[in-house]
């Protein structure tokens, strides 16, 4: 049975960082395309960060240059190192994996994902 699990999810202030793992059981992390959503409380789950088989890497406008998604192979874990945090990053974080690569037109489409992990809280304070 294929398992994500995150963790990492803090209360932290403005301007504050914190990093999310993904450990994966029984998929391969490497091999598919991964990805980190969101969800807010009173709106949709969207899309924030996801990487391909290889190294491509995509990311919601709403955190380029603040949040970084990378990968340990080794560890067959996924990570979401989020800086500059703000107020509206405020959401339970979910982890997500595919059985194929990333598609080139939609790498972010929650479509694309067929595995998901329970989610962890991430509480950012002003």
């Known amino acids: 049975q294929v398992q994500l699990v995150e963790s990492g999810g803090s209360s932290v202030q403005s301007g504050g960082s914190t990093r999310l793992s993904c450990v994966a059981s029984?998929?391969?992390?490497?091999?598919?395309?991964m990805a980190w959503f969101r969800q807010a409380p009173g709106k949709e789950r969207e899309a924030v960060a996801g990487i391909n088989t290889g190294v491509s890497t995509y990311y919601a406008d709403s955190v380029k240059g603040r949040f970084t998604v990378s990968r340990d192979n080794a560890k067959n874990t996924l990570y979401l190192q989020m800086d500059s945090l703000k107020p509206e990053d405020t959401a339970i974080y979910y982890c997500?994996?595919?059985?194929?690569?990333?598609?080139?037109?939609?790498?972010?489409?929650?479509?694309?994902?067929?595995?998901w992990g329970q989610g962890t809280q991430v509480t950012v304070s002003s």
């Open positions: 029984v998929i391969t992390v490497s091999n598919r395309c």
């Open positions: 997500a994996a595919a059985r194929l690569p990333c598609r080139s037109d939609r790498p972010l489409a929650s479509t694309t994902y067929n595995y």
